[in-house]
C-alpha cells in the first residue's frame, strides 16, 4: 500500500488541499472554480504582502492574455465561498491588488489522510487520523464509492498482493488523467468556461419587450422580490397611501397595509425575500422620514428600523447590512451611512456637499462598492453622475467619463458587470429612459426609448428580468377669472407637458412646454389659442418672466453649457446671456417692477443674487444658502422666497438690498416646499401652493400675521405652475397629474 502525502494550507477554519485541489470548511468541500483556486492558493502563499493585480495575473494565467475582469471574478467566487464581502481574509487595496490578512500554516496539526480506492473509473476515499500529523493516501479497488472509518491498512488485509496495488495506482493514473484532461478542457473551452464567458453587460437587454402589469394609474413606488414571483408597490388615492403585494404569475394582488394619510418614499425586499422594507413619513410631518420592514408576503406587525434617511434602503450581497442616505440641507452634507439589517450598528462609510448629494444607493454584488447617483438635483447642466464608495476605505470613484443630465434610480447587474438606470443623458427635461452603464469601461447603451417616464428599477436575482415604474405626465393650461374653479376654461387640448407659466402686460401667455425631447419657450394667446414658438434648437429653455414694459422675457437657458440668466425680445429674437461664469447655473429669474433688475438664484449654493437688465456685472443681494422661488413686491422693496431655518421649510423676507430676514413665515404642512410663491397686486398677501387629499390649491398668506386661507376650489389634480394677470381678474394655472403604473422589461 501507497499513501499520497496531501499538501495543506490552513487559515481560520478553511483548508486549501493543493493536492486535490479543494477548499474545505471543517469536512465540508466548498466549490471553486479551477482558476479561483489558484488564485487563492497563490494568495494564501503570500501572507500579509500586497499581490499587485499585474503580479496575480502573471501567476495564475501566465503567458495567457486575459483582462482584469477574469480576475475581478475569481476573487467574487473566493469571496462568495470564504463568505468574506467584510474583507478580512482578502483586503482589496484600490487601484493596487490584494492582501491576504491571514495566518496561513501548512500542513498543520490536525490533517487527514485520504484512502482512494478506484476500481476503473470508480473512487473509495477514506479519511483516517494519523499521529504523525501528515494526510496520506492509499488506492484499493472497490466497485463504488464509500467512506470507512477504519484504518486503510486493516482494509487491504495481510494478503493484498503488490500485484493488486499496481492495478490499483494503474488505474488512479488513468482517472487523475482524465479529470486533468476535463479541467483543462473546461478552463481553455470558452462555452463552458464561466471565466471566458462574455459578460451580462454585453448581453442582457439588446432586444426588449416591455410589459405593463398594472392599470390603476397611481402607484407611485416599486421593486420585484429576487426570485421574479413578486412586486411590492405603493398607490395614492386621494392624499392616502398603500402598501400592495402582487404575485406576478397570477396577476393576484393583495393588500399589506392600508390606506392612510402618509407619504411612502420607497419599498424593497429582502435579499431572502422574508421582508418587505419601507420608507414612510406622516404627511402632517414630512420629515423625518423612517424605515419599517414587515414580514412577506403576509404581513404583519411593522418594526420601526431607522429614523432620517432620504432614500430606501439597499442591501449587502448576504443580507445581514443595509446603505443608505442621510441628508441635510441645513448642515450642507449627504452622508452615506451603512447598518445592521435591523437597523443597529450604524456607521458612516462617507460623506459629500448637499449641493451635490447621493442619491439611490446600490450595493454592488462583491460587497466592496456601494454606487450611488450623486450631483446637485437642481435644474439644467450636467449635473449628475454615477459613483462607487469603497464599504471598507470609503474612497470614491466616478463610474463614467462625463455628468449626465439626471440620473436616479440604479440597480446592478448579478456578476458586477455593469449598472442599470433610469436617467436622461441630455440637457433637457425629456422623459427619463432605461439606461444600461458597462463596466469598468463607462460606455452606455439605452435599453427602452418611447415617451413615457421610467422610474424606480429593480432587478431579479439573475438580471433577467426588470421592473420599472412606467408614467406619463397629462397636464393642461387653464384659466380661471377671479380665481374660481367653477368658471376655469382649459385653453389647450391634447396630451401636454407644461412645466412653467406667465403673463405678459399685454395679455398672453409666456409657457414653458416640453416638445419633441426639448424645453422652449411659447407665446400663447389664451382666447384665440394660437400658439408661436420663441425658442427653438437652443438648449433647455424656461423660468421666464415679463418686463413691465412688454419689451423684454427675461428666462434660463443652457445653451452656452450652464444655465445662466438670459434676455431676448417678446417676438423672440435678438436672444443676450445677462449672467457669466463657468460651472454656475441659474435660474428662476425675476423683474423688478421698476423694468431694472433681474433678480435670480444660484442653484450651486442657493444664493440670492441680482444684474442688470442691460447685462454687467452681478451683485450678491442674500447669501443664506437655501434661496428659491423668489419673487419682488410691487412696490420694489422685500422678496419673498422659500427657505429653510432650523431644518424647517417656509418663507423669508428680505429688503430689496439685501440682508438678513427681518421675518420668517411658517406654511403650513401640507404645502410642497421648496414652493413658489407669488405676491398680491396690493402687496398685502403671499400665495402659494398647498394640498389636501393629494389635490393642489391655491392660497393665500397675509403679511400681516393672520392665518392663510384657500383661494381656489379645485376638486382633481396637482398644481404645477401659476401666475396672475396684470389686472389681477384673472388666473393662469397648469394643472394635472401623472398616471403610473409598472412595467416589466425583458428580453425577447
Not at 503488490?162 to 479529470?179: D, E, K, Q, T
Not at 437587454?205 to 420585484?224: A, C, K
Not at 420608507?279 to 429614523?307: C, Q, T
Not at 412645466?499 to 419633441?516: C, F, N, Q
Request: aromatic share 10%; with cysteine; proline share 5%.
Amino acid at each position: 500500500m501507497q499513501k499520497l502525502e496531501h499538501e495543506i494550507y490552513s487559515f481560520d477554519e478553511f483548508r486549501l488541499d493543493l493536492t486535490r485541489g479543494s477548499l474545505f470548511r471543517g469536512g465540508t468541500e466548498l466549490k471553486l472554480r479551477p482558476k479561483s483556486f489558484d488564485v487563492l492558493k497563490y494568495l494564501a502563499e503570500n501572507p500579509g504582502r500586497l499581490v499587485g493585480k499585474d503580479e496575480l495575473i502573471e501567476a495564475v494565467w501566465r503567458e495567457t492574455a486575459v483582462t482584469d475582469d477574469s480576475l475581478v471574478q475569481c476573487l467574487k467566487d473566493i469571496r462568495n465561498a470564504l463568505s468574506d464581502q467584510s474583507q478580512t481574509i482578502i483586503r482589496t487595496v484600490p487601484r493596487r491588488g490584494y492582501i491576504f490578512e491571514k495566518d496561513v500554516t501548512e500542513n498543520g496539526g490536525h490533517a487527514q489522510i485520504f484512502a482512494e480506492e478506484t476500481t476503473g473509473i470508480h473512487l473509495v476515499i477514506e479519511e483516517s487520523e494519523e499521529s504523525n500529523g501528515h494526510a496520506n493516501a492509499n488506492v484499493g479497488v472497490e466497485v463504488s464509492r464509500r467512506r470507512k472509518s477504519s484504518n486503510v491498512a486493516n482494509y487491504f488485509g495481510p494478503v493484498q498482493s503488490r500485484r493488486n496495488v499496481l492495478v490499483g495506482l494503474a488505474s488512479l493514473v488513468i482517472v487523475l488523467g482524465f479529470v486533468a484532461s476535463w479541467r483543462f478542457t473546461s478552463v481553455w473551452d470558452g462555452k463552458t468556461s464561466a471565466e471566458e464567458s462574455p459578460p451580462l453587460s454585453a448581453t442582457l437587454f439588446q432586444n426588449v419587450e416591455t410589459r405593463r402589469i398594472t392599470h390603476v394609474g397611481n402607484i407611485v413606488n416599486n421593486s420585484i422580490s429576487a426570485d421574479g414571483k413578486y412586486a411590492v408597490f405603493t398607490t395614492s388615492d386621494g392624499g392616502r397611501e398603500a402598501i400592495w403585494l402582487k404575485q406576478i404569475a397570477t396577476e393576484s394582488t393583495q393588500q399589506v397595509i392600508a390606506p392612510d394619510a402618509v407619504r411612502y418614499y420607497g419599498v424593497a425586499f429582502s435579499r431572502d425575500g422574508d421582508y418587505i422594507y419601507y420608507l414612510k413619513a406622516e404627511n402632517s410631518d414630512p420629515l423625518p422620514r423612517v424605515l419599517y420592514r414587515i414580514p412577506a408576503p403576509l404581513g404583519g406587525v411593522p418594526e420601526k428600523l431607522v429614523v432620517d434617511l432620504d432614500w430606501c434602503p439597499t442591501f449587502s450581497p448576504d443580507g445581514n447590512q443595509i446603505a443608505f442616505v442621510r441628508n441635510s440641507d441645513n448642515r450642507n452634507e449627504s452622508i452615506l451611512m451603512i447598518a445592521n439589517a435591523d437597523g443597529t450598528g450604524e456607521r458612516q462609510i462617507a460623506a459629500r456637499s448637499y449641493q451635490e448629494a447621493y442619491t439611490f444607493p446600490a450595493w454592488s454584488p462583491d460587497g466592496q462598492t456601494i454606487a450611488a447617483s450623486a450631483g446637485n438635483v437642481g435644474l439644467g447642466g450636467d449635473y449628475r453622475e454615477v459613483v462607487s464608495v469603497g464599504v471598507v476605505d470609503g474612497v470614491e470613484k466616478s463610474l463614467m467619463p462625463r455628468k449626465w443630465y439626471w440620473i436616479s434610480y440604479i440597480a446592478w447587474l448579478a456578476d458586477g458587470s455593469g449598472l442599470i438606470m433610469s436617467a436622461n443623458p441630455h440637457k433637457s427635461l425629456a422623459h427619463a429612459q432605461i439606461w444600461l452603464l458597462s463596466l469598468p469601461s463607462g460606455e452606455t447603451r439605452q435599453i427602452t426609448s418611447d415617451s413615457h417616464n421610467y422610474v424606480h428599477v429593480s432587478l431579479t436575482a439573475d438580471s433577467r428580468t426588470l421592473l420599472a415604474g412606467h408614467t406619463e405626465l397629462l397636464n393642461h393650461i387653464w384659466i380661471a377669472p377671479d380665481a374660481d374653479a367653477k368658471r376655469a376654461r382649459r385653453v389647450t387640448s391634447g396630451l401636454g407637458d407644461y412645466k412653467h407659466i406667465r403673463w405678459t402686460p399685454g395679455g398672453k401667455l409666456i409657457v414653458a412646454a416640453a416638445v419633441s425631447n426639448h424645453l422652449d419657450l411659447w407665446l400663447r394667446d389664451p382666447d384665440s389659442g394660437s400658439a408661436e414658438q420663441l425658442t427653438a434648437n437652443a438648449g433647455t429653455n424656461w423660468g421666464q418672466s415679463v418686463s413691465p414694459d412688454n419689451r423684454y422675457i427675461i428666462f434660463s437657458s443652457d445653451r452656452t453649457g450652464d444655465f445662466h440668466i438670459w434676455r431676448m425680445d417678446i417676438d423672440g429674437s435678438n436672444p443676450m446671456q445677462l449672467t457669466n461664469g463657468n460651472g454656475i447655473k441659474y435660474g428662476d429669474g425675476e423683474v423688478s417692477p421698476d423694468g431694472k433688475w433681474v433678480v435670480y438664484t444660484n442653484f450651486q449654493d442657493s444664493t440670492l443674487w441680482k444684474v442688470s437688465i442691460e447685462g454687467g456685472e452681478a451683485s450678491l443681494i442674500q447669501t443664506d444658502a437655501n434661496a428659491r422661488h423668489q419673487s419682488i413686491s410691487p412696490d420694489g422693496k422685500w422678496i419673498i422666497f422659500s427657505s429653510l431655518r432650523n431644518d424647517k421649510y417656509g418663507l423669508a423676507l428680505i429688503p430689496f438690498q439685501g440682508g438678513s430676514p427681518v421675518k420668517f413665515f411658517d406654511l403650513p404642512l401640507n404645502a410642497p416646499m421648496p414652493n413658489p410663491v407669488k405676491w398680491s397686486r396690493d402687496g398685502k398677501e403671499i400665495y402659494f401652493v398647498a394640498y389636501q387629499d393629494g389635490v393642489g390649491n391655491l392660497w393665500s398668506l397675509p403679511t400681516s400675521g393672520e392665518a392663510p386661507k384657500q383661494i381656489t376650489a379645485f376638486i382633481s389634480d396637482r398644481i404645477q405652475s401659476f401666475d396672475w394677470s396684470e389686472d389681477g381678474k384673472s388666473l393662469a394655472v397648469i394643472r394635472g397629474a401623472w398616471t403610473s403604473n409598472m412595467a416589466l422589461v425583458v428580453n425577447k
